[in-house]
């Protein structure tokens, strides 16, 4: 026997306000990442790598990357988390195209931007995680891994984020390297403290 209380079924207003909310502060926090040159992982560092290192815009970029991963998304965690996720990944392509025309931020402290974007990110990602959604690639991994296998997905996250960060050092100075480790960490240990199995008991 548990205490806990029975899980809760999200309305899908709820869901659809939470695939708003979470995409809007994933928006802000690669807006303020690529203002100080500033990456981030799974597949949104990908495609900040392109767009520093050939100039093409993130936004095409980071919906193109993540195509392949629908496949794995609709194998192994079905449909509504893989229609969740392409709303998702579609918004922030969306959004992170809008954002620089809705704020403009003429100029941001590094170290204040790789906390506060790792913060928006880290915030944003748990909003989806908690409403059966992600921002595809290796965030649908982590999810999955979670799951399934009980690994924590914040864990899952750093791990493969790191792999990605060597490679930046290829494409971007090492001090923005730096201060890319710490944001990254800022955002995993957000997701690793508040995204555990039976903590939060609302389900989609």
Known sequence: MTDQPPAHKHRLYEDALALFIGTLLVALGLDIYAEATLLTGSTAGLALLVQYGTGIPFSPVFFVVNLPFYALAIGKMGW??????????????????????????????????????????????????????????????????QDHFGLRA???????????????????????????????????????INHRPGRYVGIS
């Open 154 to 192: 914040g864990y899952v996250q750093l791990a493969i984020d790191a792999a990605i960060m060597v490679a930046a050092l290829f494409v971007v100075d090492a001090d923005r390297v730096l201060l890319s480790l710490l944001g990254a960490a800022v955002l995993n240990f957000i997701i690793a």
């Open 80 to 145: 509504r988390f893989t229609i969740a996720t392409f709303l998702a990944v579609g918004l922030v392509s969306v959004f992170t195209r809008l954002t620089p025309e809705w704020i403009e931020i003429g100029e941001v402290n590094s170290l204040y931007a790789a906390l506060m974007g790792g913060i928006l990110l880290g915030t944003g990602l748990l909003v989806l995680f908690r409403h059966r959604a992600g921002l595809g690639g290796v965030n649908i991994l982590a999810v999955y891994l």
